[in-house]
């Protein structure tokens, strides 16, 4: 977690307990001068009030608008909307991703149900949801709608918000990257999945590179009566190997697929002090030689298995040397703020700047946010609206593939395999997914518990494109 993220949450948290401070003192002074018996009740009242309607972990205002800029030369058509159709005021040509920026404002109700816009064509209904209260500028991704929107087919409606009379409509057009030789950058086993399933999926060439063992937190593991040194050795054991064998599903053999087996969160001191070994913080273990069995390849790390910075840094290089790829998916720096993921990706570029192999394109994924935990929010199949960007990001490009039905199950299935995405809810957060349920017409999948089942199992994936 980064430190501005670790900062945000300390602060919702201490909010929370302020105001629950405040409102025992209130429930206390009712109880002892008013009836005794309304304290209990008023608790109970209280709790599901939070759990309903205050328990998401939103780190701005849900009036702030969106900061988002892209390249100079991105086309933007003036759209508008009359009785929900959207018309285009201006020609416009074949592009693969379009974004819809469009002023949204919750209605009453929208405070307290989740606002969503439908969009509506005959090849079929999509909804994107946003933030309980929205009021700024928010954009919808329209990716796959092409023919409909040319065919004035395309339209939109509010429910719990109020749309726009005019929007701003930017428009993409990407090489198709699925034909290039693709190489992902995975911080643990899983990050390649959420993201990018559908994209590797279905590309001509692509090889994945997974950094560390995603050992620790093993606490589930210790339920089998291992101590928590053999319960992180388990569970690294496991997420390499699905590391290796989970992207067969996705059509990605073995021989592409390879597994560093450095330790979580240590990739950021490694890169700072990269001559100093970072064995795990819980399995005790400092030679990462024992999960690299079973990689297609040699590589330098693999001489005297040290967790360093300047191990990782020759083995990017030479992964980088050997697969060639023309396309380099990783985490986006700016957006996603977990540690291990910002450090993968610095350390790929790093790697970059003294490889003789020069990738051309980098295409940046974000599976977690500084601000909103629910993102994409939603039900699970339905697109992928921009993220909240409440500072200014870099003016990249977007590109947004569209996933098939069939192709969405494929995706859902490699998370079912995952192990770290296993497990039963605890009774607590089952408790408020009802509670949920019920008040708020909130609805999970039936692939799984694991809120990664709603959040990734989408109509689309999403990269921001950066030129290298």
């Known amino acids: 977690m980064s430190a501005r993220k670790q900062q945000l949450l300390k602060q919702h948290r201490r909010h929370k307990r302020i105001a629950l401070l405040i409102g025992l003192t209130l429930l206390l002074l009712l109880g002892i001068f008013v009836v005794w018996w309304l304290l209990p009740l008023l608790l109970v009242l209280g709790w599901i009030v939070h759990e309903a309607w205050f328990a998401d972990h939103l780190f701005y205002a849900p009036g702030d608008d969106y900061q988002y800029s892209f390249p100079d ?19 416009l040509g074949d592009a693969d991703t379009l974004i819809l920026q469009l002023e949204l404002r919750s209605t009453w109700l929208g405070r307290w149900l989740d606002p969503y816009v439908l969009i509506s064509a005959p090849e079929g209904a999509d909804r994107q949801d946003f933030e309980r209260g929205v009021g700024g500028q928010r954009y919808l991704n329209l990716s796959g709608q092409l023919a409909a929107l040319k065919a004035g087919q395309l339209s939109l409606s509010g429910r719990f918000c109020r749309l726009p009379l005019s929007a701003i409509l930017h428009v993409f057009s990407q090489p198709d990257y699925r034909q290039q030789r693709l190489l992902v950058i995975a911080p643990h086993a899983d990050d390649a999945e959420l993201a990018a399933f559908g994209l590797y999926s279905q590309a001509a060439a692509v090889s994945i590179v997974t950094l560390t063992q995603g050992e620790i937190e093993a606490e589930n593991y210790q339920l089998l009566g291992l101590g928590q040194a053999q319960a992180a050795r388990l569970k690294g054991r496991l997420r390499s190997w699905d590391s290796l064998a989970i992207p067969l599903w996705g059509g990605v053999p073995q021989s592409q697929c390879v597994q560093l087996g450095y330790y979580c969160l240590q990739l950021p001191a490694m890169l700072d002090q990269p001559e100093q070994v970072f064995g795990s913080r819980e399995s005790g273990e400092g030679d990462i030689c024992s999960v690299r069995l079973h990689n297609p390849l040699r590589l330098p790390g693999d001489v005297d298995g040290r967790p360093s910075g300047a191990n990782l840094h020759a083995d990017l290089v030479a992964l980088l040397e050997h697969f060639r790829p023309e396309v380099v998916v990783t985490p986006h ?88 995405l296993h497990g039963s809810l605890a009774f607590k957060k089952r408790l408020r997914r009802l509670i949920q349920q019920l008040l708020l017409g909130r609805r999970w999948p039936a692939t799984g518990d694991n809120e990664f089942m709603r959040k990734a199992v989408r109509r689309h994936e999403l990269f921001w494109v950066r030129h290298l």
């Open 333 to 420: 720096p700016e957006l996603d703020p977990h540690s291990d993921h910002v450090a993968a990706t610095r350390a790929l570029l790093e790697a970059i700047q003294v490889s003789t192999w020069q990738p051309h394109i980098l295409l940046l994924y974000a599976n977690h946010l500084h601000d909103n935990d629910r993102w994409p929010m939603g039900p699970a199949g339905n697109g992928i609206a921009l993220p909240p960007a409440i500072t200014a990001l870099p003016a990249d490009s977007l590109w947004s593939p569209c996933l098939s039905a069939e192709q969405q199950l494929d995706k859902a299935m490699a998370l079912q395999m995952q192990h770290d």
């Open 73 to 91: 030369g991105t086309p933007a058509v003036a759209v508008r909307i009359v009785g929900g159709q959207l018309q285009l005021q201006d020609e």
